[in-house]
């Protein structure tokens, strides 16, 4: 079995991020992917068709379809195969590949854009989703799959312009257009989707584990104790790490890891900084449990990751260049 090889393009954004993925060829396979953060995870498809499993989930998603994937639930994506010879002869002039950009929203942002539309005095079937500013995912434990109507449509395609123009308020936009597009899912028919889980552990977050991770996010960049926690907590260890388990679906370790790793790809990008500060400005004592725990969520190391980085966004550069050096000469 042949294998193709995929491409990816990363763009940052104060707390978000956006990926863009491409592979040429759909008649090859290529690694499945695991998707897994600590934000709300957008996935778009823009050419191909995706199979998405999670536990005994599975959606196949193609073009004009969304996935929203809720904060720490390990999602595996696959492409699938175009075995169709003929239709790939008749259509050689059409691309037969995959492509699908991923979208990471810090959880805060989707609840508050929500929290503060229900409170503007917009009419009731607008406000269909009552959901409360914290930092709990609020939409049950599975993946959402969202149809995209022309609104959306037109703001996947303005974000995907604003993250790769270079601008002096691009963040600024960004951020009004993310908040858009959340609003979007929300309004259209797809919303009846998109209903708060009858589940009273996740309809009644327990306050002890808001404030467990008020704290986390407060000292993120400091050493964090587990001592620390389960006092803030009120809990004995046991039942803090089972009642954060059942909360979240993660142990706090974990989050607390997988936070820092999304903070330390944010640093990473700049070149002038070493691993080795970020390793200490993140809480870490110890180097190689840093990179342990980098390329436990990444798949690479720290340094490889800098490396791509600065690799990607030194050919984006040539490209941005090469297209203006064209347009001047066109003129």
Not at 143 to 162: E, F, Q, Y
Not at 182 to 203: G, H, Q, W, Y
Not at 223 to 246: C, G, N, Q, V, W
Request: proline fraction near 3%.
């Amino acid at each position: 079995m042949s294998v193709s090889s995929l491409e990816s393009t990363i763009y940052q954004s104060d707390r978000t991020t956006l990926s863009v993925f491409n592979y040429a060829d759909s008649t090859n396979s290529i690694k499945p992917k695991t998707i897994q953060t600590s934000k709300v995870t957008l996935v778009v498809v823009l050419e191909g068709t995706i199979n998405f499993e999670f536990k005994d989930y599975k959606q196949n998603c193609t073009v004009g379809e969304s996935l929203i994937i809720p904060p720490h639930k390990a999602v595996r994506l696959e492409t699938i195969k175009n075995d169709d010879e003929k239709q790939n002869k008749k259509n050689k002039s059409k691309k037969n590949g995959c492509s699908w950009l991923e979208l990471q929203v810090p959880i805060e942002t989707v609840n508050l854009t929500i929290s503060q539309h229900n409170k503007t005095g917009v009419a009731e079937e607008d406000c269909k989703i009552k959901v409360e500013n914290n930092s709990v995912w609020q939409f049950g434990s599975t993946p959402i799959n969202v149809t995209h109507d022309s609104s959306i449509k037109k703001a996947i395609t303005r974000l995907n312009d604003l993250f790769t123009e270079e601008h002096y308020n691009k963040d600024v936009f960004i951020d009004f257009t993310i908040k858009e597009l959340i609003l979007r899912f929300v309004r259209t028919p797809a919303r009846d989707k998109i209903e708060l889980e009858e589940n009273e552990e996740l309809d009644e977050t327990n306050p002890s584990i808001e404030a467990v991770l008020d704290y986390i996010k407060e000292h993120i960049d400091e050493p964090i104790s587990i001592d620390t926690l389960t006092d803030i907590a009120s809990m004995s260890k046991a039942a803090f790490f089972r009642t954060f388990k059942e909360t979240l679906d993660i142990s706090p370790i974990d989050y607390i890891n997988r936070e820092r790793v999304e903070i330390a790809k944010n640093r990473l990008v700049d070149i002038s900084k070493s691993v080795t500060d970020i390793c200490y400005e993140l809480g870490y004592n110890h180097m190689t449990y840093f990179i342990r725990v980098f390329k436990k969520y990444e798949g690479i190391t720290p340094k490889q990751f800098q490396i791509k980085q600065n690799k990607e966004n030194i050919e984006n550069s040539k490209n941005e260049q090469a297209e203006k050096d064209n347009e001047e000469k066109g003129e």
